[in-house]
Each structure stands twice: as structure tokens, then as C-alpha cells.
């Protein structure tokens, strides 16, 4: 509804739950604040570290519940996936992919909520019908970059940590000609290569995420149309979930493929 307590027209609908609980005027605007964004991320994170340390406290060496089950398969398989890909010795790489696995999951999950649920609530607890509130997270470019940004810092500190500040710029400048007259060439290829690291992790989470939540809107805009309509909304509503669970979890697989990959090929040290 809007502001006013009237009907929604289908794109007044669409653009009511495409804009963020921003601090700014222009809530979508890039240097506005998303409240939105940073609640539901920030309390998917708690609740990842409060859960998985919660069962880590409780774990049994005997028949395991069916949540320490859960956990235990979700710990060995990203353990199985950091061994069979990356090839350097650092603590550090399981549990950043275990974090990124499960907090990146957890947060696409968000999407499987029906798209009026949450933001009614917010509505209600706002008393205002023209109150915003989006709930995936990872729909939001601004988080994905961010995500992205981080595995992003931490190639550059390895590379140079591993390889040195000479390594780090004879990488840069001496590949893929080891010639000295290629040098600039090298150096625009390379640069080209490691800038484009971050910003894919960023735009394939961002534009799965957005592209399933807009598709959930259209479809909840069926709802409101004749029987005929609303009832294939429902069948739509259903085939779109069943297949979007495999969207979010090979989303969350990815980005921590990637990042994977990413920390091996900077401990490489040529």
C-alpha cells in the first residue's frame, strides 16, 4: 500500500520493494547507508558464529544430534573442498571458507522468505505503509562488493607476503612475456586480471541474488489478479523456490571456490 493507504499499481509495487531502508534521501543512492543490508547481514553473521560455536560447545563423540550432524557435514565438506584446492600451508583458509560457505548461504536464504512477509512487519512496527525494508542481503551490490573487497585485500597481503614487494611487481610485470620490452603490456594484462578478481566475485553473487528476488516479486504480483492467475502464480511460485534453493547454494559454493583459488594461486610464489 502506499503512503496513503492506497493500492499499489503493479511498478509502484515493484519499486516499493526494490528500494532499501536508507539513511539518505535517495535511499538506493551508492553513499546512503542500507540499514536493511547491514541488519540482516550483521545478524546472520552472529547467528552463524552463535550456532556453530553453540554446537561446537555441545558436540559428543557419540551419536551426534541431527543440528551436529548437519554441522559436521557442512565443516567436512568445505574442509575436503580448501584441501583438494588450495595448495599453500595457512590456518587461515579453512574457516575463511567455511565463514564465507555458510554466511553467504545464509543470507541468500533470505530470498526464500516470501517477498511481503518481512516488510509488512517493518511496516507495522514503523506504522508507516510506505516503509522499506529489503531482506537478502546479498542482493544489495554494495554488500557483495564489500564481500568481495575483503577476499580482494587479502590476495594483495599474501601475494606480497608470500612472494615479497619485488615478486609481487616482477608478477605484475614480467607475465605473461618475460620480456623487458613488454613490461607495460604485462603490466595493463595483469592489473586487468587481478582487478577483475574482485569485481566478478561482486557482480555474480549481486546479479543471481537480484535477478531471483525479482522474479519472486513478479510472481507475487499474481497474487493479486484473478483466480486463474494467482493459481499459476502459486505453480510458478513453487517450481521458481524448489529451483532457486540450488541457485543460492551453488552461489555460496562458487564464491568460496573462488576465493580459494584465489589465496592458492597468490601463495604461488614463482
Keep these: 500500500m502506499s503512503a496513503t493507504g492506497e493500492a499499489l499499481t503493479p511498478q509502484e509495487y515493484i519499486e516499493h520493494h526494490l528500494t532499501h531502508w536508507g539513511s539518505g534521501v535517495d535511499p538506493n543512492a551508492f553513499w546512503s547507508w542500507h540499514i536493511d543490508s547491514l541488519l ?3 545478524g546472520l553473521g552472529v547467528l552463524f558464529l552463535w550456532l556453530f560455536r553453540s554446537v561446537g560447545k555441545k558436540a559428543t563423540t557419540g551419536v551426534p544430534g541431527k543440528l551436529q550432524c ?17 595448495h599453500g600451508r595457512n590456518k ?18 533470505m530470498d526464500m522468505i516470501p517477498v511481503d512477509w518481512l516488510p509488512q512487519v517493518a511496516a507495522l512496527i514503523a506504522g508507516d505503509h510506505n516503509q522499506h525494508l529489503r531482506v537478502v542481503p546479498t542482493a544489495d551490490l554494495n554488500v557483495t562488493f564489500s564481500l568481495a573487497l575483503g577476499v580482494f585485500g587479502l590476495i ?11 615478486g609481487f611487481v616482477k608478477e605484475l610485470t614480467l607475465q605473461p612475456f618475460n620480456v623487458k620490452a613488454m613490461i607495460p603490456v604485462n603490466f595493463v594484462l595483469e592489473s586487468v586480471t587481478l582487478i577483475a578478481k ?5 557482480l555474480r553473487l549481486f546479479g543471481n541474488l537480484y535477478a531471483g528476488e525479482l522474479i519472486f516479486i513478479l510472481i507475487a504480483l499474481m497474487y493479486g489478479a484473478n483466480v486463474a492467475i494467482a493459481a499459476l ?22 564464491f568460496m571456490m573462488l576465493t580459494i583459488v584465489y589465496l592458492s594461486m597468490a601463495h604461488e610464489d614463482h
Excluded at 70 to 86: G, N, Q, R
Excluded at 236 to 250: D, E, N, R
Design 40 to 42: 540482516f547481514s550483521v
Design 70 to 86: 548437519l554441522i559436521e557435514m557442512i565443516v567436512e565438506f568445505v574442509d575436503s573442498s580448501v584441501k583438494e584446492t588450495f
Design 92 to 109: 587461515l583458509i579453512a574457516p575463511l571458507a567455511l565463514t564465507i560457505f555458510v554466511w553467504v548461504f545464509m543470507m541468500n536464504f
Design 156 to 166: 594483495i597481503y599474501y601475494s606480497i607476503k608470500i612472494k615479497g614487494i619485488s
Design 198 to 202: 574482485p569485481i566478478s566475485l561482486a
Design 233 to 254: 502464480g502459486v505453480t510458478l511460485h513453487l517450481g521458481w523456490l524448489i529451483f532457486h534453493i540450488l541457485v543460492i547454494t551453488l552461489q555460496a559454493f562458487i
